[in-house]
């Protein structure tokens, strides 16, 4: 499975972004798909994840009430939009599959994609 993220650029504080993950590849509609993020000098962190029906989200503390996963497996992909950013929501942001139910947890994906860099400015 290949992972394409896209979305991601510079917006000023309290904009919004919407990141997309494309999969391609051994593609499968049972794979679970997350976003981490990771800022300079710091680890990468759990951002959102939904399972592979799309009938459970998960959201990290940060992400809950500003950020939306959501995916549509007709065209394999997932998207991550983001409201009221914030200079701290400054990352690269990466998405992730896997057949695994930790879906918190980073390790416990099988698949990344390359990161697409947010930056917001105030």
């Known amino acids: 499975v290949q992972l394409q993220a896209l979305g991601g650029g510079l917006v000023q504080a309290g904009g919004s972004l919407r990141l997309s993950c494309a999969a391609s590849g051994r593609t499968s509609r049972r794979y679970h798909m997350g976003w981490f993020r990771q800022a300079p000098g710091k680890e990468r962190k759990f951002v959102a994840a939904?399972?592979?029906?799309?009938?459970?989200?998960f959201y990290s503390d940060f992400a809950k009430g500003r950020f939306t996963i959501s995916r549509d497996n007709a065209v394999n992909t997932v998207s991550l939009q983001m409201t009221s950013l914030e200079r701290e929501d400054t990352a690269v942001y990466y998405c992730?599959?896997?057949?695994?139910?930790?879906?918190?947890?980073?390790?416990?994906?099988?698949?990344w994609g390359q990161g697409t860099l947010v930056t917001v400015s105030s």
């Open positions: 992730a599959a896997t057949q695994n139910l930790a879906l918190r947890v980073g390790a416990e994906y099988e698949y």
């Open positions: 939904i399972n592979w029906s799309g009938g459970s989200t």
